[in-house]
């Protein structure tokens, strides 16, 4: 079945840096990347998605990028700002009906 | 707020009971979800239910049920609890529960097995 590898685990930044998490996923067949951040305690919140016909899309301070040869798809975050802290998730989706797996997370830590 | 709920937000029980969550979706979703999340293991899908029927299963034990209605909330129904068992469960739903499609999540029921 599918599997989502996200790196880094952990990535500390100051503000106003960028910051980056990376993903790679297995099958050839998965066409919906989305991205959700999630606070403590709460419930993860889809910030940006992007499927396999586009390569790149942006959202303000966000974008992810996906290179469908390589298997990979990142999210990009400038200007970080301290309620950016948060565990990041990347996903994938590879057919109607057929839910997401999810990465490992990222644990963003934005200090001032 | 998502518009999809979930009750209770805490339950605690112990090994062998068993419990139910509850999930009502947005209104208009067809398609509800189940996720597990623990700290080990990270936000795994257990398994779909659209318009009442299941459409996807994922990692869910055997003794772990559920349903959907056909007011279209859903019951987790999880059984002979064991410590392990102790996880954060997340309902999400979408409008047609196809590729794509934006899943919502709830705001969690927190499980805790003594």
């Known amino acids: 079945g599918e599997n989502v590898e996200q790196h880094p685990s952990t990535l500390s930044v100051q503000e106003g840096d960028s910051a980056v998490i990376k993903c790679t996923y297995s099958?050839?067949?998965?066409?919906?990347f989305p991205w959700y951040k999630q606070e403590l305690g709460k419930r993860p919140q889809l910030i940006i998605d992007i499927r396999s016909n586009v390569g790149e899309k942006k959202d303000q301070r966000i974008a992810v990028t996906l290179n469908k040869t390589a298997k990979h798809f990142s999210l990009h975050i400038t200007e970080t700002q301290p309620e950016d802290s948060a565990v990041y998730f990347c996903?994938?989706?590879?057919?109607?009906?057929?839910?997401?797996?999810f990465g490992k997370g990222t644990t963003l830590s934005v200090s001032s | 707020d998502s518009g999809v709920t979930q009750t209770p937000k805490h339950l605690i029980t112990a090994t062998g009971q068993r419990v139910t969550l509850r999930c009502s979706p947005r209104?208009?979703?067809?398609?509800v979800y189940w996720y597990q999340q623990s700290l080990d293991q990270g936000l795994q899908f257990l398994i779909q239910?659209?318009?009442?029927?299941?459409?996807a299963k994922g990692n869910i034990l055997e003794r772990f049920s559920a349903q959907q209605f056909p007011d279209l909330h859903s019951e987790l129904n999880l059984s002979s609890l064991e410590l392990g068992d102790s996880a954060l469960y997340f309902c999400?739903?979408?409008?047609?529960?196809?590729?794509?499609?934006?899943?919502?999540f709830g705001p969690g029921t927190r499980l805790t097995v003594l």
């Open positions: 996903a994938a989706s590879k057919q109607a009906g057929t839910a997401l797996i």
């Open positions: 239910y659209y318009n009442g029927e299941e459409r």
């Open positions: 209104s208009g979703d067809l398609s």
């Open positions: 099958d050839s067949a998965s066409n919906y």
């Open positions: 999400a739903s979408s409008p047609l529960g196809g590729l794509g499609d934006t899943q919502y």
